[in-house]
Structures are given as C-alpha cells and as structure tokens.
C-alpha cells in the first residue's frame, strides 16, 4: 500500500509529464494580430493586380506605359508596409501626448490645400498638396487626427461621460471644424468617413443613447443640407434614388458601374478582360475599382473582398473588447470603423445603395495618401491587438 507523501510525489510527476505533452495553446491576442496582417496583405495583393488591370488601358494612353499606375502603387504599398511595421511597434499611447501637434498640423495642412496656388486641383477638388507625382492628402491625416483626438478626450472625461457638454460637445466642435475643411475642398465622402469615426468612438465609449439619437439627427439633417446645396451633388443624390433618370449625363457612372457588375455573373469575365475600364467607366481604377472586381472575377470575387472587410470588422472588434484600457478600446473602435465604413461607403456607391461620393476601397484603390495612412492606423489597431488582455 502507497503511503502518503510517496502518492504525492507520483500526482505531481504525473502532472509534470501532462503539463510538458499538452502544447499550451497560442494567445487569442497572437491569432488577431496575424489575421490582421494576413487581412491587410491579402487586399494590398488584390489591390495591385486589380489597379493594374484597371488602369492599363488608360495608363497606356495616357503615358505611353500600362504600367505607371500599378508601379506607382507598388511603390506606395511598400511605404505603407513600413509605416505599419513602425506603428504596430510604437505603444499606441503614445498617440495620446501627440494629440495637439498631430491636430494642429492637419488643420493648417487642410487651410493650404484651399489657398490658390499651393492646392493642387484635380476634377474641381483642391484636395492634395505636392510637387509632381509626391503629393499627400491632409483630409487623410484628419482622419487619424480626429480619431486619437476623440478617443484622447473621452478616455480623460470617463468619469464625466453621461455629461454631453463635457464629451460630447468638444469632439463635435473639433469634428465640425475639420469636416468644414474637407466639405470646401469639396470631399462630402470623406466627410462621412469622419463622422463614422466620431459615431463609433461616441458609442464605444458609452455615450447615453438619446445623446446618440440626438447626434444621428443633426448628422443626418446636415448631410442631407450638404448633399442638396451643390447641384453635382444633388446630382448624384437623384441617380442614386433613381439610376435611370440621366443616364447619359449625371447618372452615366453609376449606370456603367452596374452594367460591369452585371457582365461579370458569378465568375466573371476573366482578369484583364474587362470592357468597362476602356474608356467606359470613369475612375474605373480609384473610385469605382469594386465594378472591375465584380466584372472580372464576378459575384464571388466580390463577396471574397467583401468577406474580407467584414473579417476586418470582426477582428477590430475582438481587438478593441480586448483591449487593455479605455483609451486602446476606443482607439480600436474608431479605426476599425474607418476602415470598414469608407469600404462600405465605396462599395454601396459601386452598386447603387448608396450615393456616389468619392472615396476609395481602403487598401484596394489607387492612391498613395490613403493607402499609406490607412495601413499606418492598422498599425496601430494591432499594437492594440498585441497588448490585449
């Protein structure tokens, strides 16, 4: 018969052998970091072939090269992936001490881009700043600007959050300055993008709902104000209730947007075979690149990148509920809002469930300024991932 201290020691080196057979299973925080990785790779790719054969068409034409537009790309993905590998490496709360300068440099950067000579127009919009082919776009950087400083403000008055006048009011007024801004250039899409942001950084820190009821109705009456003053964007307001009413004049985007997605089917009609982007659709490899996805690759090619932007919005999630403070959380919620709300902003524009308004496919359109910044803020979305709880 065992004695006691001996069957002791024969549970505990039973329990040493358990402990070194069972692998300990990886951390939720490693798996939400590489998904994200893997998630932002996967749509920089699509991006790249799907800006290439967007664009070579009109590329050629243009330069002479069909391949201007995707090396142009390339180049901005690489420094997209450096800042990403820089921001998901700096402690998030950093952000927080560069709140002021970070504001201030964007509004200032926003009030160049409408001194005449110093904007740089393209299409009726003075929206870039730059020399040549380097140009950035501040309405980008008031993005990351208004985020930090929504989430910097309402992580400092927690305490304080059922009082609108203390939270509430100053965010809205530093949102109505940078939205006025970007409104002028004109650029209402990014516009709504912005006050995405607010909203979701608003909910996420646990604003009383009729104070959020109330913040919707003035959002939603001042959109609708902004969207009916300029007889463009009345324009596009009208297609969008009713595609068919000029198809040859206001409504011709959106009519060839749904005619490309309509040729497509469910498998499309092959990479590179796309008739739209001769000429057809216009902005076919910015604005209105998710058409080409759909006429080339078909239905489920579109729902593979739409599967994509909600697996971002899902692991954002998980990201900001994990997150180990208030200021990580809100920081989280209002990027991944962002991301996911200007991707569904452009793709609502692209089948016509939403008015046309001008904003890229984060990650997948051509352009350097939100590619570049919207990879840096994933940066700091997964450095918020890393240190999760």
């Known amino acids: 018969m065992m004695t006691e201290p001996m069957a002791a ?13 069972a692998p300990r299973p990886a951390p939720p ?3 939400t970091v590489g998904l994200l990785l893997g998630l932002v790779a996967v749509l920089d790719v699509i991006g ?17 090269s069909a391949w201007i537009f995707f090396e142009r790309q390339l180049l901005w ?26 504001l201030s440099v964007t509004v200032v950067l926003l009030v160049l881009v409408l001194v005449p000579g110093l904007g740089i127009s393209v299409g009726g919009s003075a929206r870039w700043l730059g020399v040549g082919i380097v140009r950035i776009q501040p309405s980008e ?17 927690a305490d304080r959050i059922d009082s609108a006048r203390l939270t509430v009011v100053p965010v809205l007024l530093v949102f109505s300055v940078i939205a006025l801004l970007v409104l002028v250039q004109p650029d209402l899409g990014t516009t709504l993008v912005l006050a995405c942001i607010v909203m979701a950084v ?18 939603g009456a001042a959109t609708a104000l902004a969207g009916m003053a300029k007889s463009y964007r009345r324009g596009r307001l009208l297609c969008f209730l009713h595609p068919a009413s000029d198809p040859g004049n206001a409504c011709y985007q959106l009519q060839q947007s749904l005619v490309g997605l309509g040729s497509g089917h469910v498998t499309g009609v092959g990479l590179g075979a796309s008739r739209a982007k001769w000429g057809f659709l216009p902005n076919a490899h910015t604005d209105f690149i998710f058409a080409i996805i759909g006429e080339e690759v078909g239905l489920i090619g579109s729902l593979l990148v739409v599967g994509l932007f909600i697996a971002f919005a899902v692991l954002g999630v998980r990201a900001a509920s994990r997150a180990p403070d208030r200021f990580g959380a809100l920081l989280a919620g209002g990027i991944t809002a962002w991301v996911v709300g200007q991707a569904f902003i452009n793709i609502g524009a692209a089948i016509g469930t939403l008015p046309v308004t001008g904003v890229p496919l984060p990650f997948v359109s051509f352009g350097g300024s939100s590619l570049v910044i ?3 803020a994933t940066g700091i979305l997964i450095n918020v991932a890393r240190q999760s709880r």
């Open 29 to 31: 925080r490693s798996r």
């Open 9 to 21: 020691r024969v549970e505990q080196r039973r329990a040493r052998a358990s402990t070194a057979v």
């Open 48 to 64: 790249l072939v799907m800006v290439l054969s967007a664009s070579s068409v009109t590329a050629l034409r243009a330069y002479g």
């Open 141 to 157: 950087l008031a993005k990351l600007a208004v985020v930090v400083f929504a989430a910097d403000v309402l992580t400092r008055r």
């Open 374 to 376: 919207a990879m840096a």
């Open 77 to 102: 993905v690489g420094v997209g992936a450096l800042l990403l590998a820089a921001t998901m490496r700096v402690d998030y709360r950093v952000w927080r001490r560069l709140v002021v300068p970070l």
């Open 202 to 219: 608003l909910f996420v820190a646990g604003v009383p709902l009729r104070v959020m009821a109330t913040v919707t109705l003035l959002a």
